[in-house]
């Protein structure tokens, strides 16, 4: 089983390779589970609008299925024959399931009557979007290969610490701040977990605010810490 640092990760991985082997013998390709999230995603989106409790809850669990289904289609490939056309579909779908899930919340929020807040999953998913394309950029694009040397790109599921790290070493502030943010960060995964919660208690104006707060100050971090490597580097470059 391939090993995850984070634990909405490593709980999802080892769900899947208990559904993963029944998915194999009925002879359900990895193919179909990836394409399957996006219908699962309009499901959610879909049942949210209503203003019946009872299909908040339904939403929130194909919320679940949506982000389960992202580790499950790995483990079928795995058992199976990996597609070309999966590893393309499986970014895409992540992305378009968002938007439709955020498009819902916003148009939910539009219908409830609040005018103010209707932009506001958008922008979420407008500066989740941009943040995840700063990496992307400086990791594939070879213009930014300079900004490598100073850019930390994610590091290996290895080299991450987990709990066990944490009590083995002295512990610090720093440290323990680091490892909550990288456990509950809005990544994919954890935003879908954080709409599940606020789909189920009923507070989505007040958690959709919360993690596009969050999601606005990480871009803008991003932004400012790759701005300070391009002035340090074109010093660099005039020094030399």
Same mark, same amino acid.
Request: positive net charge.
């Given at each position: ?6 634990? !909405? ?25 990836s394409?399957?999230?996006i ?30 289904f ?53 922008l ?7 943040r995840?394309l !700063? ?22 599921? @290895? ?15 720093k ?7 990288h ?6 995964? @954890? ?10 208690? @009923? ?8 993690l ?13 810490k ?10 660099? @470059?005039?020094?030399?």
């Amino acid at each position: 089983m391939k090993y995850h640092s984070q634990y !909405i990760k490593l709980f999802y991985r080892f769900l899947s390779e208990k559904v993963s082997p029944i998915m194999v013998k009925y002879n359900i390709s990895a193919n179909a589970i990836s394409i399957s999230r996006i219908i699962f995603a309009i499901l959610a989106g879909v049942l949210y609008l209503s203003e019946y409790y009872i299909f908040h809850i339904l939403s929130a669990i194909f919320l679940f299925i949506f982000s389960f289904f992202d580790a499950l289609d790995g483990s079928i490939a795995q058992k199976t024959k990996k597609s070309y056309f999966g590893l393309w579909i499986d970014p895409l779908f992540d992305r378009l399931g968002l938007l439709i899930i955020f498009s819902c919340i916003s148009l939910k929020l539009y219908n409830l009557g609040e005018n103010l807040m209707v932009l506001i999953p958008l922008l979420n998913f407008f500066f989740y979007i941009q943040r995840s394309l !700063i990496g992307s950029d400086i990791r594939t694009k070879e213009k930014f290969i300079k900004f490598r040397e100073f850019y930390s790109l994610p590091k290996n599921e @290895n080299t991450t610490e987990t709990v066990n790290d944490l009590t083995k070493k002295s512990l610090s502030i720093k440290r323990l701040l680091k490892f909550a943010f990288h456990q509950f960060s809005p990544h994919t995964h @954890n935003q879908i977990i954080y709409l599940m919660i606020f789909i189920i208690v @009923n507070q989505m104006k007040m958690g959709i605010t919360v993690l596009f707060t969050i999601n606005l100050f990480w871009y803008l971090y991003e932004v400012y810490k790759v701005t300070k490597i391009s002035i340090k580097l074109d010093n660099k @470059n005039s020094d030399e």
